[in-house]
């Protein structure tokens, strides 16, 4: 087993295909379209390697409504990378298993778990998974979950980009952890 390096923290935002209406999401399967991440320096709080890896699904496409929230379409997944050659990436470039992986609440963690699994793949990530949700709901005694906008608001800070797009997210909640633990 390898060392946790704590001087970088990966930071993962998740998207995936979904549909509008409940009758929809049950008739599909959800599968990642997205894989945003970023590395948080926790001793300078640079933000480093920002990237948003597109995944072409094998089980489902993006709908109309996917589209409208993430602004990645079917053209982008079709000419996507598949989940396995995105856990590549992750262990390739990013190091992943050396490193404490965080996102914004449980979603990324248990959506990654649940690909792997369903594709045969061991997860890439080490055993240390840090809620930046949780975190920042502490810090700012908030009392109750915020959305990653508004968590970003109440730290006065401008959300860049857009949201809902994994790379994004990713960088904005690398900028929440970094106002957690700075």
């Not at 997944?77 to 598949?82: C, I, P, T």
Request: glycine residues 6%; contains cysteine; aromatic residues 8%.
């Amino acid at each position: 087993m390898s060392r946790i390096n704590y001087s970088e923290i990966v930071v993962i935002d998740l998207e995936a295909t979904c549909w509008s209406t409940p009758e929809e999401t049950a008739l599909n399967a959800s599968e990642i379209i997205e894989v945003g991440v970023c590395v948080l320096d926790t001793f300078s709080g640079e933000i480093r390697m920002p990237q948003g890896i597109i995944v072409k699904p094998t089980r489902s496409k993006v709908s109309q409504f996917c589209y409208e929230i993430t602004n990645i379409s079917q053209d982008m997944v079709d000419d996507g990378v598949s989940f396995e050659d995105a856990i590549k990436t992750l262990k390739s470039d990013y190091k992943v298993s050396q490193k404490i992986m965080a996102g914004y609440g449980n979603y990324d963690q248990n959506m990654f778990a649940k690909e792997c699994a369903r594709n045969g793949v061991k997860p890439p990530f080490g055993p240390t998974y840090l809620n930046i949700s949780s975190l920042a709901t502490l810090k700012l005694k908030a009392g109750k979950r915020l959305d990653l906008a508004e968590t970003c608001r109440q730290f006065g800070l401008i959300f860049e980009g857009r949201q809902h797009r994994g790379v994004d997210d990713a960088v904005m909640a690398a900028k929440v952890l970094w106002e957690c633990i700075k």
